[in-house]
């Protein structure tokens, strides 16, 4: 069966230190792979998508970045932390783009950025 | 065109109730519209999913109905207990989309009270 791992689980950084978020998908193969973020009761913002190695798609303009260096592993990246970048984020995958192929998410990583 | 509206944002039930989320949008293209139940520091998990070409579709105690000429769609949830209390987010997907990326409503926060 498929499983997505994110970590760390909780994170806490000061404002202008730099991040890296790890994502990785077991079980399946070539998935499209979602960054998301989720402020404090709020929806869910898609930040990033991939749907191969290499090939990054960003949704907003920010300090963030993205990179998927292997099949099954998504990396968010940041070189200075904002005030503003902190939240809760969600990676995700999704195996093709036929109807009905389920998105699954992460457990999520609590970021805080004091 | 490519906004899901989500209503109500919050809605409380009494144990036993009938929850109704209810969700609309404007992009005919959308073919497929899962629900995502998620809980507190956790990330979302699919609950149940519909295509546009059925009505209704029932998982259990929750029902999606389906209605594709007035283009909205609605969660139900049967005999509603106090472990369904979490946040609710309908969703679209549009094949026409790079990465085909699912467009989330804002999320309506259910609490059943005992």
């Known amino acids: 069966s498929q499983t997505i791992h994110q970590w760390p689980a909780t994170l806490v950084q000061p404002v202008g230190s730099p991040l890296s978020l790890e994502c990785t998908v077991e079980?399946?193969?070539?998935?499209?792979l979602y960054w998301y973020r989720q402020a404090a009761g709020r929806g869910l913002q898609l930040l990033f998508y991939?749907?191969?190695?290499?090939?990054i798609s960003s949704e907003v303009p920010q300090n963030l970045s993205a990179s998927r260096p292997q099949d099954r592993q998504f990396i968010l990246s940041s070189k200075k932390l904002l005030l503003s970048d902190s939240g809760f984020y969600l990676c995700?995958?999704?195996?093709?783009?036929?109807?009905?192929?389920?998105?699954?998410f992460g457990p999520g990583t609590r970021l805080t950025v004091t | 065109q490519q906004q899901v509206k989500q209503s109500p944002q919050s809605l409380i039930v009494q144990k036993g109730g009938i929850p109704i989320i209810n969700c609309a949008y404007e992009?005919?293209?959308?073919?497929?519209f899962p629900w995502y139940q998620q809980f507190p520091g956790k990330g979302p998990a699919l609950l149940i999913a519909?295509?546009?070409?059925?009505s209704e579709k029932k998982e259990g105690r929750f029902t999606i109905s389906f209605n594709k000429s007035a283009k909205q769609f609605s969660l139900h949830i049967m005999d509603s207990q106090p472990g369904d209390s979490a946040t609710y987010f309908c969703?679209?997907?549009?094949?026409?989309?790079?990465?085909?990326?699912?467009?989330f409503g804002e999320g309506t926060q259910l609490t059943v009270n005992p």
């Open positions: 995700a995958w999704r195996v093709g783009i036929a109807i009905g192929n389920e998105q699954y």
């Open positions: 079980g399946t193969s070539n998935p499209n």
């Open positions: 991939s749907v191969g190695i290499g090939q």
């Open positions: 992009n005919t293209a959308f073919d497929y």
């Open positions: 519909i295509r546009p070409d059925v």
């Open positions: 969703a679209a997907s549009n094949p026409e989309t790079s990465g085909s990326r699912l467009t």
